[in-house]
């Protein structure tokens, strides 16, 4: 595995400098799109990495474009993991924040709870070199986020490829390393990371707890975000708007614990 995400992170470097869309520029709003391993990578790409995926397996997503989008400003990206296969974890009403923002969300689909760890994982690392084809990205504001279970999956990304992902956007769930400390270490606590949870989740403890349990290795910016009256239901558009500033690194405060 670690071979492949190596040979991935050589594929995603110079995304700023990748030119816009062909034929007529990029789409932009809403909308579902998918390619297969072979059209992204090539073949021999694609065969190094046989035992995840089939070289006509298909790859995925829900995206949001924000309608503003122009190559001249590159965009940031929100690659988002959920615990079903089918839902990319936006909602309309996070469009106009996407649009404010200059961030694209993209939902990846086909990498549930009940898929295997490294398929998802890889599908996540493989969204940017996707996007690169069609819309100049900001490798600055390139962050990896997650719903509960894809919480769990992203926070192992974010904390394993932190030169990649520069922060974190995790909700009702995610994973602390507890005794293991990453290896980037160093480069996590450079980064940004929001953690959200209703305040009638199940998983608020946890969730808070682990923001805490960032905050003692050294990692300044991570911040919970506690949503009153609210169970598992997805955030609503305004703390969504926090947790982007927040990895942005607008509006600072101290972290709830």
């Known amino acids: 595995m670690r071979s492949r995400l190596i040979r991935v992170l050589i594929l995603l470097s110079g995304l700023a400098h990748v030119a816009a869309a062909e034929d007529g520029g990029p789409r932009t709003g809403y909308f579902e799109t998918e390619t297969t391993v072979v059209e992204l990578l090539g073949p021999e790409r694609a065969a190094a990495m ?19 989008y122009t190559p001249a400003k590159p965009a940031g990206v929100l690659v988002y993991i959920t615990h079903s296969n089918s839902w990319g974890g936006s909602t309309r009403s996070y469009n106009d924040v996407l649009d404010e923002k200059n961030l694209i969300w993209a939902g990846v689909i086909g990498a549930g709870d009940k898929k295997p760890m490294d398929a ?21 504001r390139l962050y990896v986020g997650g719903t509960s279970g894809g919480a769990h999956v992203a ?13 974190g956007l995790f909700i009702g769930g995610a994973l602390s390393w507890k005794d293991k400390v990453p290896a980037g270490i160093d480069y996590v606590r450079q980064n940004r990371f929001a953690f959200l949870a209703g305040s009638n989740h199940p998983a608020l403890k946890q969730v808070q707890s682990t923001a805490l349990a960032y905050r003692e290795a050294g990692v300044e910016h991570a911040k919970f975000i506690s949503m009153p009256n609210v169970g598992r239901k997805a955030p609503t558009a305004t703390y969504i708007r926090a947790a982007i500033e927040h990895l942005d690194g607008n509006n600072d405060k101290e972290a709830d614990e």
């Open 120 to 140: 998802r994982m890889m599908r996540a690392l493989l969204t940017p070199t996707f996007l690169a084809k069609s819309y100049a990205l900001d490798p600055e």
């Open 50 to 68: 046989s035992d995840l995926f089939a070289a006509d397996e298909k790859l995925q997503w829900k995206i949001y474009v924000p309608q503003n």
């Open 155 to 167: 926070a192992i990304l974010a904390t394993s490829k932190p030169q990649l992902f520069k922060g």
